[in-house]
């Protein structure tokens, strides 16, 4: 079976390195002839929106899949009459747009934090009585790991102005910063046939809008776990998804008391899920191929307890890395710019408590390379 | 650092696949062009022994290693100047020569089935007499896999005169069969500063000279293991041996009274060893990557217990192997032929109990596939 993924980045890059073991093979479509996935298929360096490209890469393919949300919709709309398409166009139709994702929330009775559409300056204007401050602008679309935000601390005219301009006078979603206390991640499959797995939520840390550290299984009230399935599941439900599907969420409140606000969902796999390579019976890039392959899914449950931690802008030399007991090194083959992702560490244990011991100086190691921006 | 691999069967596929985590890329050497590596690196098809292939392989290389043990001594030679080889040209002028196997085990006080050396049906006259029968003749080059070999059940001069027109008249080593009561195989990992590193001890079942299952870690008697590991320690040491290395035992008696007797040694990454994907902390291949890229070695302990199913000759359909909860497909992407490894199942649980319930409908699975001859 040969699969398409539109992007040749890290998560296509582990998406082939978890289905080469099947027998899979894989053909990349990505305009850098650099990209990460090179090394496990065949790359084909073009533009998403360029008809002949996109002809060379859907030639023989068996199904087409997506490491990125923002791919264009025109080009999966040329695709899709030619191959299966998995996750289908609605789920990127969603994922890409703010505003289209917000009204999903709320028509599922998801929880989110008090927000409203902006489209000029001046809605942004009323919008900002109506929502309060502080607040954070996020772009409609494009975003990615805390591109096409601003933050607004105060409604004066010179802060709504300066706002409106950092978002480059996009159509934004204004949203209320809520005071969470954590952050978290759902990261479920769902097969051609409706069945759904569900790993166990994730408890993630963020730096400057970039992942830096995720732990799962969280420790977290078993109320959070169920209440964050449940909205997953009906996520997935809604859009006929198929595939890995993850859904962020902020944690609001304490113990009894927390509850879950939806942030946004990613339509793919997802770095917060990457500790299931070591952590999981089935990881979650297997998961996804064997859900957009029509096969049956693979079991989602922890082995024992992992932490996995960014490496962001910098590598640290691969002895160093590897003379850390249990830590496993996923190094990306892409050169190291500020704020870009390059690589990860993944620590497992048997007992969170093992973990948390180990975890230190994994972090230790990654602070001492990022470079964040 | 680009590694190049003499030979481009599962075994090298499987070692590229754990080493293209770590951004070590690869680059091939096999006659066959259909070889299982051509998916994770570069394949150059060629002979061993064509002077110009081996240039083009050499090219550029930071290191070479082997796949299998067979591989003529002469391109190694030749690669030896160019390119660091691990493990080194040592460890195969004694794996590829039973002679010379035999020779190493009894110098280091490793205990061996009685045998002799024999070049000629006078001397297997001699030998039989002397060794005793039942007995087995196994040549001493280019035998895997239960090939090359024949079993001598009677010492008259017809069953000896079929004998030696079985094995093609060839120097081999006639072997008392010994009545063993399992096989064993101790595979370990020793780095380029002479660190070692013992995976537990495996448990494997052959059929027809195949390997067809493994379980780790064993549930025998303690000082079996700690016998396995000296012995697979004083081996790697005399050979000043780097990488993966494979020792086959016999065992000998139950209970207290149970002793290993040492079979053969592959210098190599080991098919009892594929468990370790999912059953170890750092899998066999990734050890071997680490040790002759004088990188620090990994954990060999186990996550839990695992069992390991040869699927030869044949191949299930991906869902059913993939209905069964827990297993995991390793599919080598050859074409099946009767007797041919074409990939294996492996199946993880976290007490041996599981582990035992899981296996039988992996192993009916396979059983209702292989196709041995």
Redesign the interface.
């Known amino acids: 079976m040969l699969i398409g993924i539109l992007g040749g980045g890290q998560l296509a890059?582990?998406t082939a390195?978890a289905g080469?073991?099947?027998?899979l093979?894989f053909r990349f479509l990505d305009p850098a002839p650099e990209s990460p996935s090179r090394?496990?298929?065949e790359l084909i360096v073009g533009r998403y929106d360029d008809a002949a490209a996109l002809d060379r890469f859907a030639r023989g393919l068996d199904l087409v899949t997506c490491e990125f949300e923002n791919v264009p919709v025109a080009a999966l709309e040329s695709l899709a009459p030619r191959v299966p398409v998995r996750p289908g166009p609605r789920a990127f139709a969603t994922g890409q747009d703010r505003a289209n994702e917000k009204a999903l929330f709320t028509s599922l009775s998801i929880p989110v934090p008090m927000f409203a559409i902006v489209r000029t300056l001046d809605e942004l204007r009323a919008a900002a009585e109506r929502v309060g401050t502080p607040a954070i602008m996020k772009t409609c679309r494009l975003g990615y790991d805390g591109k096409g935000q601003a933050r607004l601390d105060h409604a004066d005219d010179a802060s709504l102005v300066a706002a409106w301009r950092a978002v480059r006078e996009q159509p934004c979603v204004l949203e209320r910063r809520i005071a969470f206390s954590r952050e978290a991640s759902m990261v479920c499959v769902r097969g051609l046939d409706g069945s759904t797995a569900f790993y166990p939520l994730v408890e993630n840390v963020h730096t400057k809008g970039i992942l830096k550290r995720s732990i799962a299984p969280s420790d977290w009230p078993e109320h959070l776990e169920r209440s964050a399935r449940e909205h997953a599941g009906a996520i997935a439900r809604a859009l006929d998804y198929v595939g890995v599907l993850a859904v962020e969420f902020f944690v609001e409140g304490e113990g009894a008391g927390a509850r879950l606000i939806a942030n946004e969902i990613a339509p793919r796999v997802h770095n917060s899920g990457h500790w299931t390579i070591e952590g999981a019976?089935t990881s979650q890039f297997e998961n996804h191929l064997?859900a957009i392959?029509g096969?049956?899914l693979?079991?989602t449950a922890p082995?024992?307890h992992s932490a996995m931690v960014n490496l962001i802008g910098g590598l640290p030399e691969?002895?160093a890395a590897?003379?850390i007991?249990?830590a496993?090194?996923?190094?990306?083959?892409k050169e190291p710019r500020p704020g870009r992702k390059v690589?990860h560490l993944t620590v497992?244990r048997d007992t969170r408590e093992e973990l948390l011991h180990a975890l230190p100086r994994v972090e230790a190691l990654a602070d001492s390379v990022n470079v964040l921006s």
């Open positions: 890059r582990m390195l080469l073991p099947l027998a093979r090394d496990c298929g019976e064997r392959g096969l049956p693979g079991s082995v024992g691969r002895a590897m003379s007991p249990g496993h090194l996923h190094h990306y083959a690589g497992r």
